[in-house]
């Protein structure tokens, strides 16, 4: 596949940020944000995240044309090891609309939000995102997050990134705060 040219990425990689810990979907953020500031265009897909008005999403309207951030869940909880259908059909249309977005060479970094939870709940086959994976243009960085990566997700990538929760305000009962997790 030729390469983007509007894009510098020569060579895109593979990276995974994944871990219990806070920031994964932060770091991918501040991956896109410097992406953008070099004239990059970028799309974030959110796997189980529905069409709620969070920080990253005004921001990214505010970024347009360079980031775009595209939800392509539901809102809510989703049950692990037994997730309604819809939540299959929803997963399973995010992959396909990466495979369009992955193959029409308009972005420069794909970055799959919480792709590894989606995996880890049963959502999609792991070879389905595998094979997405093996048709990754060369200029094409990839972006997979979200806790629980699979292994073959792992070995796959060029970079992976481990986040450790040491601690967290969570766990004594502080809500999530708006502009800081959402």
Same mark, same amino acid.
């Given at each position: 596949m030729?390469s983007n +040219?509007?894009?510098? !990425?020569?060579k895109?990689?593979? %990276?995974?940020? $994944?871990?219990d810990?806070?920031?994964?979907t $932060?770091?991918? /953020?501040? #991956?896109?944000?410097?992406a953008? *500031?070099?004239?990059?265009?970028?799309? @974030? !897909? %959110?796997f &189980?995240?529905?069409e709620?008005?969070t920080?990253?999403?005004?921001?990214?309207?505010? &970024?347009a044309?360079? #980031?775009?951030?595209?939800p @392509?869940?539901?809102?809510g909880? !989703?049950?692990?090891?037994?997730p309604?259908p819809?939540?299959?059909? =929803?997963?399973?249309?995010? #992959?396909?609309?990466?495979?369009?977005? &992955?193959? *029409?060479g308009?972005?420069?970094?794909?970055?799959?939000d919480? !792709?590894?939870?989606? /995996?880890d709940f049963?959502l999609?086959?792991?070879e389905d995102?595998?094979? =997405?994976?093996r048709?990754?243009?060369?200029?094409?960085? =990839?972006? #997979?997050t *979200?806790?629980?990566?699979?292994s +073959?997700?792992?070995q796959?990538?060029d970079l992976?990134?481990?986040?450790?929760n040491?601690?967290h305000?969570? $766990?004594?009962?502080?809500p999530?705060?708006?502009?800081?997790?959402?």
């Amino acid at each position: 596949m030729q390469s983007n +040219k509007n894009s510098n !990425i020569t060579k895109g990689m593979i %990276q995974v940020y $994944t871990g219990d810990g806070k920031g994964k979907t $932060t770091a991918a /953020l501040g #991956l896109a944000f410097r992406a953008a *500031g070099h004239g990059f265009r970028v799309m @974030m !897909i %959110q796997f &189980m995240k529905g069409e709620e008005k969070t920080g990253e999403l005004l921001a990214a309207e505010k &970024m347009a044309p360079w #980031l775009t951030i595209k939800p @392509m869940g539901r809102s809510g909880f !989703i049950s692990k090891g037994n997730p309604p259908p819809e939540d299959r059909a =929803l997963a399973a249309r995010a #992959l396909d609309f990466a495979k369009e977005v &992955m193959l *029409g060479g308009e972005y420069d970094l794909l970055i799959l939000d919480e !792709i590894n939870v989606a /995996l880890d709940f049963g959502l999609l086959p792991v070879e389905d995102v595998l094979d =997405l994976i093996r048709i990754k243009p060369e200029f094409m960085e =990839l972006v #997979l997050t *979200g806790r629980n990566a699979d292994s +073959k997700i792992v070995q796959e990538a060029d970079l992976v990134t481990e986040m450790k929760n040491l601690k967290h305000y969570f $766990t004594q009962g502080v809500p999530d705060r708006k502009g800081i997790e959402r």
